[in-house]
């Protein structure tokens, strides 16, 4: 364009040169985009002319590139213009913006020059050139990080130009403006919140630029914000502690309990994986599913052996550096019905029999003895009922069902069975229960002898019992055989030496008889010698098993042990054997 109006003004200078001076010269000033015709100067006024004068010379516009915005109306002798004209076309961003042109006339030639400023309307708006900006921000970005934006471009100049910036929202980020040396501004949006993606991840902002027409003209961009996760959440659990109760006896993999974390962040910042935490010994009762935080018994639990346990889950994501938490879970171990009642007395080992002595006279109530018994279970599964199941005379006795005492419920009387057997059934309260059976025997008698003829009628007692009574007379036979042939022996050597004597000495000495001394005492008393020893066992309190050893005047308990070789232990009543009431308590006869 300046190229234009330099060619302009020196062919001007031409032909002043050549033809003659400049006449005349007039200004106008009309603002751009006027409609076609509108007036622009009055020639004829402004420049001292006529109407006829512009007929006659012929006047006519010179602009020497040919492009004419305005036109000549010799009639009225006035310019109007003949093209729209667009100042940005013309002038761009140059201040002011002219036409310059000339009007010629002949006979004689005159030049006239004309210069029609035409000045800016607000008719061009503020434009960004994209339509979209797009931004990935991380979310751990600092505040006061800087990102450059897009300039706007407004065609007008001036005011109409661009005059300034908004930014909307401004939650996170404000705007800030530059002032570069070529007089615009470098746009700026400057973080003033930091980002949380966890939050928001992705903001979406408005840039407007605005010029200073009247009216204000706009142009917006939009910016998109796409916040990046970093790993700034740990996992937390849903609960504060875990609990559960687990039966025992269930099989290994049993499902305990389920834990289970959320992450924030996402992506491996929000991939959680669980483990059981530093307890070497509850890893070998559960473990955790690293995926799904399930909680699988590794091998099945015993109440009786560990009844609650505790252990901390540990729920780790996958950012890097990883983030973590961790969490308690407790554990009941119920109780199963996996134990039977053990009977503690009366001691149930194998072939010995214990009997309890119920004497003649024991009154109805009489207590017997009682049933101990216990169970390891807990609980329900631990209570135990004690029930008479069969007995010789179930008529005879009656077993407390809480407390397992066995008592008469009728007098005794003398036609009562010596040997009485009872059978106690144990059961707990375990759905199902679990029983165990004792049997208890009872010697209805006074005396010992009355009891042993009872309970010796067992058949290898009553076996045993034969072979050692054959024994024992064999024994005292021999012995008695033994002892009569020596006596009589020792006699015949007596007498035949008496004789030789009296028949070697004649003498008249008295006759002294002579008894050895070793024998007297076994032919004073005219019994074998038996070496006894006893214990007595005897029990002062049902409730308690242990025997005590005491005078047998109070025993009442009679223990058989046929399986030992060779000797029979009797507990007995020493009164009614040996007659002795000072005599030790127990017998051992060997
Ligand atoms: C478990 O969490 C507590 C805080 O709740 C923390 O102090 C401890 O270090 C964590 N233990 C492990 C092993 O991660």
């Not at 667009?86 to 009007?103: G, K, M």
């Not at 144990?426 to 008698?445: F, L, M």
């Not at 002062?540 to 009679?558: I, P």
Request: glycine letters at 6%.
């Amino acid at each position: 364009m300046a190229i234009r109006t330099m060619r302009r003004q020196v062919l001007l200078f031409i032909l002043v040169f050549y033809f003659g001076s400049v006449a005349g010269q007039v200004s106008y000033s009309i603002p751009e985009e006027m409609p076609k015709g509108s007036f622009v100067g009055d020639i004829v006024q402004d420049l001292g002319l006529d109407v006829k004068r512009l007929r006659l010379g012929k006047a006519r516009i010179y602009t020497g590139d040919g492009a004419e915005y305005i036109e000549l109306n010799k009639e009225r002798g006035v310019l109007l213009v003949k093209e729209r004209i667009d100042r940005e076309v013309i002038c761009a961003q140059t201040v002011p913006c002219a036409l310059h042109f000339q009007v010629i006339l002949e006979n004689p030639m005159e030049f006239y020059s004309i210069t029609v400023e035409v000045t800016d309307i607000n008719d061009n708006a503020p434009i960004f050139k994209r339509g979209e900006m797009k931004f990935r921000i991380s979310e751990s970005a600092v505040t006061g990080a800087v990102f450059v934006l897009e300039q706007a471009i407004d065609l007008d100049v001036g005011p109409n130009g661009l005059q300034s910036y908004l930014l909307n929202p401004t939650d996170n980020f404000v705007l800030r403006l530059q002032n570069q040396a070529d007089g615009t501004s470098m746009v700026e949006m400057v973080l003033q919140n930091p980002l949380d993606r966890e939050k928001d991840d992705h903001l979406s902002l408005v840039l407007t630029a605005v010029d200073g027409g009247d009216p204000q003209l706009s142009g917006t961009v939009l910016i998109n914000v796409n916040v990046l996760d970093v790993n700034d959440n740990a996992p937390v659990f849903t609960q504060k502690i875990y609990k559960s109760t687990l039966l025992e006896n269930l099989a290994a993999g049993t499902v305990v309990i389920t834990v289970s974390a959320s992450d924030l962040d996402e992506g491996f910042n929000g991939k959680i994986s669980y483990a059981v935490l530093n307890s070497v010994d509850v890893s070998s009762y559960v473990s955790v599913s690293a995926d799904s935080g399930v909680i699988h018994a590794v091998r099945s639990l015993d109440y009786e052996q560990i009844k609650d346990f505790q252990f901390r889950v540990k729920a780790q994501d996958g950012g890097s550096p990883p983030l973590s938490s961790n969490v308690t879970v407790k554990i009941l171990v119920q109780d199963q019905n996996d134990n039977p009642p053990q009977v503690l007395y009366p001691v149930q080992t194998g072939g010995s029999v214990v009997a309890e002595m119920v004497p003649r006279s024991a009154d109805v109530g009489y207590l017997v003895t009682k049933v101990v018994a216990v169970d390891v279970d807990s609980g329900q599964n631990a209570w135990l009922s004690y029930k008479l199941q069969k007995a010789t005379d179930r008529a005879l006795f009656e077993v407390g069902l809480q407390n397992g005492e066995i008592r008469t419920v009728r007098q005794v009387t003398d036609k009562d069975a010596v040997k009485q057997r009872l059978s106690v059934i144990v059961e707990d309260n375990g759905q199902p229960s679990r029983s165990a059976t004792v049997i208890v025997n009872v010697a209805v008698a006074d005396s010992f002898p009355e009891v042993l003829s009872e309970f010796t009628d067992f058949p290898h007692d009553k076996e045993y019992n034969d072979n050692l009574t054959f024994y024992l007379v064999l024994a005292l036979a021999v012995v008695s055989f033994l002892f009569i042939t020596s006596l009589v022996v020792i006699i015949s050597v007596k007498i035949y030496r008496w004789r030789q004597s009296r028949v070697l000495y004649q003498s008249n000495l008295p006759v002294i008889p002579y008894y050895p001394p070793r024998y007297s005492d076994t032919l004073g008393t005219g019994t074998l010698q038996h070496v006894y020893n006893y214990e007595v066992c005897r029990t002062t309190d049902s409730r308690k098993s242990d025997c005590k050893f005491g005078r047998a005047g109070s025993q009442n308990v009679l223990i058989m042990d046929p399986s030992s070789t060779g000797t029979m232990q009797r507990i007995q009543n020493e009164k009614s054997i040996l007659d002795e009431p000072d005599s030790p308590v127990e017998v051992r006869l060997i």
